[in-house]
């Protein structure tokens, strides 16, 4: 299975048609994927055939959210549970980063009782112990772990993501992700035993209303570019993973 990571309408529309299957619906990708808007997750839906499985974080940043924010999270991801969600992806923390286990117990009870997929994201990344954590969301009933193996890049992770996969594979399933694309995404399958990867295939556009003489919008090198999915990538890594 290849997840490519979206941020609108027209990512997923690109994902589509370079043959994916399944995607992560986000918004401001740029600060690592926010909660994305309702109509986007209904459009997909309507449009194509898509599993979508949808962001729920307020806020950039980190993981340790306070009970208004969990309210608010647990009010979207059941918002998109209605409206034809496949899954939420979501991630809670304590301030030591250890797994919240109150909130994350809360978050699965709901997403199971729409017999949806439970997925916690890359806040697994700055847990401590990550055997721990892994136990911890194996216990609450987690369906899915997306991770780069506590790096930056997953391919730097590839050590930990193998003993993850070989220790608690059979009760979880792995996403890898982070700098995954059509180079290593079968290396990274061959030598951890995971099926699935998850990747941006990024590519960029313009928009020349970023910037003006006094001010700018620009978050990618004080240019007019921002980043989108690229068709032509989800269908290399496709044909790479076959």
Known sequence: MIEICTGSYQDCLAAYKGGAKRVELNSALSVGG????????????????????????PRAAGFCYDKDDKNIMMDDARLFLEHGADGIAFGFLNEDGSIQMEYTKEMVDLIHSYHK??????????????????????????????TSGQKAKAMEGIELIKSLQEKYGQQIEILAGSGMNASNAKEMMDYTGISQVH???????????????????????????????SKDLVKKLMDATK
Do not use: W
Request: hydrophobic fraction near 35%; aromatic fraction near 10%; charged fraction near 25%.
């Open 117 to 146: 997929e439970a997925v916690f994201h890359r806040a697994f990344d700055v847990t401590p112990d990550p055997f721990q954590a892994m136990e911890i969301l194996i216990e609450l009933g987690v369906d899915r772990l997306l």
């Open 34 to 57: 926010l909660t994305p808007s309702l109509s986007t997750l209904i459009r997909v839906k309507n449009e194509t055939d898509l599993k979508v499985i949808c962001m729920v974080r």
């Open 199 to 229: 990747s941006s295939c990024k590519a960029y556009k313009e928009d020349g209303t970023t910037q003006s003489k006094y001010v700018s919008y620009s978050y990618i090198d004080n240019s007019n570019q921002y980043d989108i999915v």
